[in-house]
Structures are given as C-alpha cells and as structure tokens.
C-alpha cells in the first residue's frame, strides 16, 4: 500500500524547535520530489518547503524562511522538516506530499499526501 505518514508535531513554546518526518511505504523516494504544506483553521492551505530529487534544490516559503530547513534521506526513504524559532502563527496541520520529479507550487501535481501532524506553538 502506498502511505506517506508524518510525525513530530506536537506542542512547543514560541522560540521552540521541532523536527518533523515524512516516511514512505509502498514505494520508494528516490525519483520524487517532496513537499511540505500547511493549513491553519479559517485559512487556505500553503506551500511550506520542497527538495527536489533531480539536484537536489530546495523552496521556502516566505514566511519560513531562514527558521525552517528541509532534507532527505533516501536510504532510509524520508523527508524531514526542521522547524526552529516557531512562532504563534506557525500552528497549523501539517501535510508532506510527493510528485515526480522536480518541486512544483501547483498542489494538484502531487501526486500522494500524508494525513498531516498538528503543530501548535504557544506559552
């Protein structure tokens, strides 16, 4: 069966850190780019981080960027998400999603999502 799975949230102080996990099953990563998304309640949901397989580039959202850090493991067929100097309004759900290939921004090109891991930041 093919399953992208996440783990690692949980609830952390502002200024916090948590590192999250997206492990596959029933297939492998390694000809797959893979996303990070969120989705806070009343709001769409965003584009988070994406590394690519083919070189290895990676994306960061804007409101994320130079806090958060995506990489990969591909011998041990996951994707993780180190989230550093989380903020209140980081508190979302979530979701890591796979696509072949390269990072894209359109959410409808990916082509398997995890269930999501709730993430909430605050004293």
């Known amino acids: 069966q093919v399953q992208l799975v996440e783990s690692g949230g949980g609830l952390v102080q502002p200024g916090g850190s948590l590192r999250l996990s997206c492990a596959a099953s029933?297939?492998?990563?390694?000809?797959?780019?893979i996303g990070w998304f969120r989705q806070a309640p009343g709001k769409e949901r965003e584009g988070v981080s994406c590394?690519?397989?083919?070189?290895?580039?990676?994306y960061y959202g804007d409101s994320v960027k130079g806090r958060f850090t995506i990489s990969r493991d591909n011998a041990k067929n996951t994707v993780y998400l180190w989230m550093n100097s989380l903020k209140p309004e980081d508190t979302a759900v979530y979701y890591c999603?796979?696509?072949?290939?390269?990072?894209?921004?359109?959410?409808?090109?990916?082509?398997?999502w995890g269930q999501g891991t709730q993430v909430t930041v605050s004293s």
């Open positions: 590394i690519s397989n083919s070189d290895g580039s990676t």
């Open positions: 029933g297939f492998t990563l390694d000809y797959y780019a």
């Open positions: 999603a796979a696509v072949l290939g390269r990072c894209s921004t359109w959410e409808a090109e990916y082509e398997y």
